[in-house]
């Protein structure tokens, strides 16, 4: 490892810039979970300067508006999301997924938005923002721009953000009235472990909380990006909630879309195989806290 | 918890005192082997094989010295050469000299990805570590052999091609990667298998796995101009340290002072040398001290599991449940060079049952992987997830409950091992008779893909030799000094042996782990011999000062020593008892009445009491994704004595743990290019707080006769049956025998697949 230079600008701008000026040489750092530990097994070899993202105030926000949804400032932690009252109660699919990245202590600088920039298969928080419709707020060189989240990982490792570009929030809408979410991943231990298959999961409720309106499906660990399966969602709209038949069509959907590899964590048919039980369960949260119960 | 009966003959044994070295470790002071700091201290760096197989066709090492900062390289040129097949005692294991020398730094070839070739001094870890990537090694790869199986087939890769096999105690002509083939045989298995109504063959495979030892190893050497080299280091055995160094490096052991660091952990890893002769030539060379400090990754791919092995057992009983013969392969992959835990394995695998007709083979096969350690008991949890598995399926078979079977077949006094020694005092009897009144096994296990499993365990436990030194101070606490590195707690429990002899609290006794010119020859932490041969050391050590104290009481009182009497900590004048001294008063007047006091014992602790342990397993398993988790966990195991029983059952618990994460989910997974792919405890899964039970331990004491206070070793049987128990708690639950471990998610989904019983 080499020396390295460390900033820590106190506006947006000024982090822009100082990105679009080194390129390639510098790297954003939020909670550094993900790039402290690649510059330290040489990942990056290319990479002499950090800039620590968490002194700019767009980026350490978080807030929730009835009409907006909730602005989540990408450098926030995930404890400050699971231990935020109002983002559990609005958002109980995208807290399943912050409480369960590595241990308390990873909790306690890891970001969400470090996890989507990160761009890993594995990331647990992207198919669960995914799932709830959630969108990224990009501010550049060039001005901002807003994508949304299924879009937004291209290839393992990357995403499609552009020379000097930063990820400053991920926004998600307002819950709909009787909608649900959940996240639920496989890991052979109970903590501390990567994802051999993740799955995030929303429905919407008719207003009788009896026939599913719409639902959207995403998978992690099973494809080279987070995967959004449409084909999933449209199997269960306008199906009964106790449609097990329905569910089952989903799960088969989602287990027709994974594009699993097999490596230490688990084989091509293994994976599969948990896509399909993940994605059932899920469901089965989802709508079951979409019912209220 | 269970604990023991309250021992109203002791004051000291038997009670839960604060450890003495607990406040340093909890706050953080304690020193380890990577705090050692020191003026002009050099940093090093080792250069690392990146092919699991390759003759070393040349090293060029000129552009990495040219680094400015950079202060030596090293290569295994620089050894003082020991082509010697002199034997290395490593404590529970051995190698031979020139092994060992190329496990330090490869000569003309590499046998493993991993292995150190060369290493850097440096005025900075950065520059040792830029300086690496300018040596130049030319290696010509070679093709290698990955698993045991594939290595004994005739026409593999030989590793060492001069290497002949033993086989049966001869060294035959045969070129072979199989370093030794041995057997026991006791009886006619042949005729035992004809008087079998069942018999049940199986085979096994398990996966290399790791000690898992929290701290990894570091070193630091000093070598001064008059010759004497001092080390610091992260070791189960100082006065091996020496000797190992000393012999590698041809120098005198005495020029040798190795001062133990305390020692984050061990379970066996930490008993040969890797870093300790590398930082002593890298200070010789360049006249600085130097320290070294391996990442967790250089610790998975440069230091030693415990092996991967094959096994094929059968066994046959008859209808009245009496096993009838029983016959044992144990293959073992002792990595690189020769030497693998299967000796002990082999003696282990059958030593739970009377057999009249049995036979056990062991293979010694070397691998292109790291060269294998010793991991408590070492080679005893393979045999017996091999062993109790297939008793488990005998029982099964029988319809026979598991702990009955065994109480019918398991070892008494007098009964011999299938390699004969016959045991003395053991407690098998008593720790099944504990397990089978346990609430545990009484209490049924109810809800679905639930399965209980019962297994047994043997190890040897070991002895040897160990000295002690106990000085009085004027205020009435004594000093106590040893030389075994403290792993689990034997500070505490030695301190506890000389405390109950000088009648003393144990909070009176300041116990200290000394370097190797301080105390007298003290062999290593391993084989559960601390407390055992630490603590006759300590006994016979205080039982000498207690002899000088009453001498010199009587000389105040103007007596002869026969009049004097010590109790709980006082002098009395026979026969009035009248005139009294405590211990304390007669401390503060030992300057002015003839000059201070001291005990001192050097013993060879020869009368060790082996160690048995039964484990009830109870678990769950998610017959969708295969995974399992272990419900409740109780652990039998006859100590001898407890003398600490906290950190018997410390102990207890850790070997579960381990147990279950060998049976669950650990592994060194190794590409087919020989690569191991997980080499952080990210992905080498060792069980979390959250993927264990609580796990009840109960301590079953039948007294070792051949020490004082009857103790036993208890550090390594506890992990010798879990593997076994979940194994066998897991056909339970979900129908499915699994053979091979880990019994990982995947595995066990593809069983249960297999099996036909999957539903999706
Ligand atoms: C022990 C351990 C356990 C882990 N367990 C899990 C787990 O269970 N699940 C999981 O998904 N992950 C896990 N991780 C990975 C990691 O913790 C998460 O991905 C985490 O959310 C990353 O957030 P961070 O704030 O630390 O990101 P950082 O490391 O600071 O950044 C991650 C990447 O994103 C870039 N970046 C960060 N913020 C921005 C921004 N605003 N704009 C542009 N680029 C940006 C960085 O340059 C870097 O490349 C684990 C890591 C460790 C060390």
């Not at chain 1, 550049?140 to 807003?146: C, F, I, Q, V």
């Not at chain 2, 400090?293 to 209808?319: C, D, L, W």
Request: glycine share 10%; aromatic share 6%.
């Amino acid at each position: 490892m080499q020396t390295l230079e460390y900033t820590a600008p106190k506006t947006l701008k000024d982090a822009i810039t100082l990105l679009a000026q080194k390129g390639d040489a510098a790297r954003p750092l939020a909670g550094g979970t993900d790039v402290l530990v690649q510059l330290r097994v040489g990942r990056r070899p290319q990479v002499n300067t950090l800039v620590d993202l968490k002194n700019i105030p767009e980026l350490t926000r978080l807030s929730y508006d009835p009409r907006e949804g909730l602005y989540l400032g990408a450098a926030v932690a995930c404890c400050h999301v699971y231990e935020d009252a109002t983002v559990r109660r609005m958002y109980p699919g995208l807290i399943d997924a912050a409480e369960l990245i590595g241990s308390v202590q990873i909790q306690g600088r890891a970001s969400v938005g470090g996890n989507v920039c990160n761009a890993a298969p594995s990331g647990d928080t992207i198919p669960a923002l995914i799932a709830l419709s959630a969108t990224c707020s990009i501010a550049g060189p060039n001005g901002t721009r807003s994508v949304p989240m299924e879009q937004f990982c291209t290839a393992p490792g990357r995403n499609l953000l552009q020379n000097g570009e930063i990820l400053v929030a991920v926004r998600i809408p307002a819950p709909a009235p009787n909608s649900g979410a959940a996240y639920l991943r496989f890991i052979p231990r109970n903590e501390m472990d990567i994802a051999v298959a993740g799955v995030g999961a929303s429905v919407v409720l008719d207003s009788a909380k009896q026939r599913i309106t719409s639902a959207r499906v995403a998978l992690a660990s099973v494809a080279p990006t987070p995967l959004f399966v449409t084909a999933a969602g449209q199997a269960l709209a306008g199906k009964a909630v106790t449609d097990e038949a329905a569910i089952q069509a989903a799960a088969d959907a989602a287990v027709a879309a994974a594009r699993p590899i097999t490596d230490m964590r688990g084989t091509i048919e293994f994976r599969k195989q948990l896509v399909g039980v993940l994605t059932r369960r899920t469901l089965h949260i989802a709508i079951q806290r979409a019912r209220g119960a | 918890m269970t604990t023991t009966a309250p021992a109203p003959e002791y004051s000291v044994i038997g009670t839960r005192p604060i450890r003495h070295d607990g406040l340093d470790k909890v706050i953080g002071r304690a020193k380890y082997a990577a705090d050692i700091q020191m003026a002009g201290l050099l940093s090093a760096k080792i250069l690392r094989s990146p092919h699991p197989h390759a003759r070393i066709k040349s090293i060029d090492t000129s552009k990495a010295a040219a680094l400015p900062g950079v202060r030596a390289v090293i290569t295994a040129a620089d050894i003082p050469a020991v082509a010697s097949d002199r034997m290395q005692d490593l404590g529970e294991t051995a190698v031979r000299l020139r092994f060992l020398s190329s496990n330090v730094l490869a000569g003309n070839k590499v046998l493993y990805k991993g292995q150190a070739v060369a290493a850097v001094a440096a005025t900075s870890a950065h520059i040792a570590e830029e300086a690496l990537s300018l040596i130049k090694v030319d290696y010509e790869v070679l093709p290698p052999a990955l698993n045991v199986l594939d290595a004994m087939k005739d026409g593999a890769p030989l590793l060492h091609e001069d290497m002949l096999m033993q086989e049966f105690g001869q060294r035959t002509t045969k070129h072979s990667n199989i370093a030794n083939h041995f057997r026991f045989k006791k009886g006619e298995p042949a005729d035992g298998f004809k008087q079998a109504d069942v018999v049940v063959e199986r085979e096994f495979n398990t996966a290399a796995v790791h000690q898992g030892y929290i701290e990894p190893h570091a070193a630091t050497a000093n070598w001064n101009v008059d010759g004497k080299l001092t080390i610091w280091c992260s070791t189960q055995g100082s006065f091996n340290v020496r000797s190992q160094v000393a012999t590698l490096l041809k120098i005198p052991e005495s020029n040798v002072k190795v001062i133990p660091t305390e020692i984050g952990g061990g379970f066996g890893g930490k008993l040969g040398v890797y870093l300790e002769p590398v930082v002593a030539l890298l200070a010789k060379k360049t006249g600085h001290p130097v320290k070294a400090i391996m990442s967790r990754t250089e610790v998975f791919e440069g230091t030693g599991p415990t092996p991967g092995s094959y096994m094929k057992v059968k066994m046959g009983a008859n209808k009245e449940g009496r096993i009838t013969a029983a016959e044992v392969s144990l293959m073992f992959e002792a990595g690189a060079f020769p030497g693998s835990p299967v000796n002990a394995g082999a003696m282990c695998a059958l030593a739970c049952y009377n057999l009249d007709n049995a036979q056990v083979d062991g293979y010694d096969v070397v691998v292109n992987k790291q060269k294998t350690a010793a991991y408590r008991a070492p080679g005893a949890t393979h045999a017996a997830m091999a062993v109790e598995s297939v008793v488990d399926e005998l029982c099964e078979n029988l319809k026979m409950d598991p702990i009955d079977f065994r109480i019918l077949n398991g070892v008494k006094q007098g009964d011999r091992r299938v390699d004969g020694p016959a045991f003395g005092k053991v407690g098998f009897m008593e720790v099944l008779q504990a397990a089978k009144n346990h609430p545990h096994w009484k209490t049924p296990l109810t809800g679905k893909n639930r399965g209980r499993g019962f297994a047994a365990g043997f190890w040897f436990n070991a002895g040897g030799p160990a000295s002690c030194y106990i000085a009085m101070n004027p205020d009435g606490t004594v000093s106590l000094i040893e030389g075994a590195a403290d792993i689990g707690g034997t500070r505490a429990a030695i301190a506890m042996q000389a405390a109950e002899v000088l009648g003393i609290p144990a909070d009176k006794v300041t116990p200290t782990v000394v370097d190797t010119d301080s105390i007298g020859y003290t062999s290593l932490t391993g084989g559960s011999s601390v407390a055992f041969k630490g603590g006759l050391a300590a006994y016979e050590a205080a039982q000498d000062l207690k002899k000088q104290l009453i001498e010199r009481a009587a000389k105040i009182w103007e007596t002869t020593a026969d009049n004097v009497e010590f109790e709980k900590g006082e002098f009395k004048l026979k026969p009035s008892y009248e005139r009294k001294m405590t211990f304390t008063e007669l401390a503060g007047r030992l300057l002015t009445t003839g000059g201070p006091l001291a005990g001192r014992a050097s013993v060879d602790a020869r009368g060790v009491g082996p160690a048995f342990a039964a484990v009830i397993a109870d678990v769950e398993v998610d017959p969708e994704t295969g995974k399992t988790q272990v419900l409740r966990a109780t652990i039998v195991q006859d100590a001898g004595k407890a003398i600490h029983p906290s950190y018997v059952e410390g102990q207890m618990q850790g070997g579960v743990a381990q147990g279950i994460g060998w049976a669950l989910n650990e592994e060194y997974f190794f590409t087919n290019q020989g690569t191991m792919a997980n080499p952080t405890f990210l992905d080498y899964r060792m069980p979390t707080a959250l993927d264990l039970p609580m796990i009840d331990t109960v301590i079953v004491e039948v007294a070792n006769p051949g020490h004082p206070f009857g103790v036993r070793g208890v550090g390594e049987v506890p992990i010798v049956p879990p593997p076994a128990a979940v194994a066998n708690a897991m056909k339970r639950a979900i129908g499915v025998r699994m053979t091979d471990l880990p019994m990982s998610p995947g595995a066990v989904l593809a069983a249960i697949q297999a099996k036909g019983n999957g539903k999706r």
